[in-house]
Each structure stands twice: as structure tokens, then as C-alpha cells.
């Protein structure tokens, strides 16, 4: 089964608009989220990350806020670019599991 | 930056056919790992080290077998292959766990 979990599967926004993608996860060891961007025929690279001290977490245009009590995270993309076309990954890892489990992706097609 | 290469960077084998795929990479990094993509999956872990001659299971490892001859070079063993196995797979690398540095992938069809 999925231990992390991405809606929707696949959005469009228009250029200046702010992107919102939704991450939840079931296991309560998970304590560390990292996002990473895939842009097409790519390989995917760290975006940001949070971990379970946080509650938000911001480099420039890029916001993860955080709700541990329902386990729920989401990245908002503020002034959404065409640039930012690209599958978004979340992932989760445990203290001491060493390895990241990534969800399935949300795709992300910025209209100008 | 971390240099991760993979080869080959595209493969056509047969189903039963034997297939190695090879990953090495060049900043002593700890973990290395091995992740395959499919639409509608995602990134599914499949077998990851943490040293040479260290090996441990992921998510999906069935039908595939993994090998950490060194701290640089870690491979992926398919030694039946079968369409199901068709996928984009990636290796990555990283020197605490919290951080992957990822190849440019293998493309790997089985007819």
C-alpha cells in the first residue's frame, strides 16, 4: 500500500496564481518530508524540506506547511511560473530508516 | 554537486534475459540506492547500501538482486527480466540519508 500519499494526480494553473499540492501519510515515525521536483526527462531534485519540529517551512516562492495531528502536509507555490512545470514529489523518511519513500507525484502545468 | 552516473542509459532485453544495471558514484557518499518510475507509482524503492558488501530491501525488490562491490559502484541484477520489470530506474546516492543526489535513470524495456 501507499505509506505517502499526493493529490491531486495533476493540476494547471495560470501564470501568477498560487499552485497548492496535498501530501498525507499514515506512519507515525515518519519525521522527516523532503519534496523534490522532476522536470520533464529529468531526474528529480531536492525542492525543500521539513521536519516533525516545524510547522512551516519557506525558501522564496516555495511554503510547506505542516499539520501533525492529521498528517497532512502541502507545498504552495506563490506567483506560480511556467518554469515551475514539473511532477512534484513528496517523501517521508523515519529516524534511522535511511531511505526515503517517495508518493506517487503531482504534475504541475503553469499556463502563461 | 554530486555526480551520479548510470549506464547503460537505455536497454532493450527479451523476457528471461539477464540485465545489469550500473550506478557509480563519486563523492564517497554512504547510501546509495536504487528507485524504479512508473507512471501512477511514483519513485519505489527497490534495494539501497550503506557501504560496500552492505545490502538492504526495499519496497518492490522482488525479481531483482542488488550488489555494493564498493563504496563507488552499486548494481542492479535482473536475471530473468519480465515486461513488469519494464521502467525507468534511477540510482542515487547520499551522504546522510536526507539528501539524494539521482542519475540521469536508466530506461529499461522487456519484450
Known amino acids: 500500500q501507499q505509506q505517502v500519499r499526493q493529490s491531486p494526480q495533476s493540476l494547471t494553473v495560470w501564470e501568477g496564481e498560487t499552485t497548492i499540492l496535498n501530501c498525507s501519510y499514515e506512519?507515525?515515525?515518519?519525521?522527516?518530508f523532503p519534496w523534490y521536483r522532476q522536470f520533464p526527462g529529468k531526474s528529480p531534485a531536492l525542492l525543500i524540506a521539513?521536519?516533525?519540529?516545524?510547522n512551516k517551512k519557506e525558501d522564496g516562492r516555495f511554503t510547506i506547511f505542516f499539520n501533525k495531528r492529521e498528517k497532512k502536509l502541502s507545498l504552495h507555490i506563490t506567483d506560480s511560473q511556467p518554469g515551475d512545470s514539473a511532477t512534484y514529489f513528496c517523501a517521508a523518511s523515519y529516524q534511522g530508516g535511511r531511505a526515503l519513500i517517495f508518493g506517487t507525484g503531482t504534475t504541475v502545468s503553469v499556463s502563461p | 554537486e554530486a555526480a551520479v552516473t548510470q549506464s547503460p542509459r537505455n536497454k532493450v532485453t527479451v523476457t528471461g534475459g539477464n540485465v545489469t544495471l550500473s550506478c557509480r558514484q563519486t563523492?564517497?557518499?554512504?547510501?546509495m540506492y536504487w528507485y524504479r518510475q512508473d507512471t501512477g507509482h511514483g519513485l519505489r524503492l527497490i534495494h539501497y547500501s550503506y557501504g560496500a558488501g552492505n545490502l538492504q530491501i526495499g519496497d518492490v525488490p522482488d525479481g531483482y538482486k542488488a550488489t555494493r562491490t564498493t563504496q563507488e559502484d552499486f548494481f542492479l541484477l535482473l536475471e530473468l527480466a519480465s515486461p513488469s520489470q519494464t521502467s525507468l530506474y534511477f540510482c542515487?546516492?547520499?551522504?546522510?540519508?536526507?539528501?539524494?543526489?539521482f542519475g540521469a535513470g536508466t530506461r529499461l524495456s522487456v519484450l
Open positions: 521539513i521536519s516533525l519540529v516545524s
Open positions: 563523492n564517497s557518499h554512504n547510501y
Open positions: 506512519d507515525s515515525t515518519f519525521d522527516y
Open positions: 542515487a546516492s547520499s551522504e546522510n540519508w536526507n539528501t539524494l543526489y
